[in-house]
């Protein structure tokens, strides 16, 4: 049986990937910098501690990487706050998680101040047992790093334990480092088919998990 699951926020969770679509490009038009047209797919897979390099060493940006992710934040913190809402059905599905006996944790790229005010507000932050950020344990999702402390936290194996992400790149890294995945579908998500096929599930809305119950049932 299922006994513990590592969770994804922005496209999982939280429908908030939008939130993020023009942050990098507001941010740096902040500073007086335009900037170049592939700059979504430049930092797409970036966490904000990768970004906030990249963005010092491509463009020049004159703030400390601290004092930029602080900027970049301070440009969705309203949404996070305010307006962020879960994904349907979400809160029912995890409450049946939750009955039976699985610990959940999240492993984000986004700052933990907007995690806990968002799922706070949104009634399910005690739903989950910790917050692991890209920040946090210094990687991005580009390595597996995030979701092996996270294991090691819930003291799950990774034979009973589900990674939930919306997108392809950190599924990929989930599974290539032997976990179980589950892949949530998010309109964001360009590459569907081929994220379909890696992952072992697939939700396109929580109210019909079929398909993950039945995987889950022979773990």
Known sequence: MLRGAIWDLDGTILDSMSAWDHVGE?????QGIEPEPNLDEAIATMSLHQAADYFIEHYGVKQTRDELIKSAVAIVDDFYRYEAQLKPHLKEFLAQLHETGVKMCIATATERSLVEAALARCRVLDYFSEIFTCSSVGAGKDEPTI???ALKFLGTDRTNTMVFEDSLHALTTAKKDGFYTTAVYDSHE???EEI???ANCRIHDYGE?????DFTKNL
């Open 190 to 192: 360009e590459n569907q």
């Open 26 to 30: 507001n941010y740096l038009r902040n």
């Open 196 to 198: 379909q096929r890696l």
């Open 209 to 213: 998990p079929e398909e993950f119950i």
């Open 147 to 149: 979701y092996r402390e």
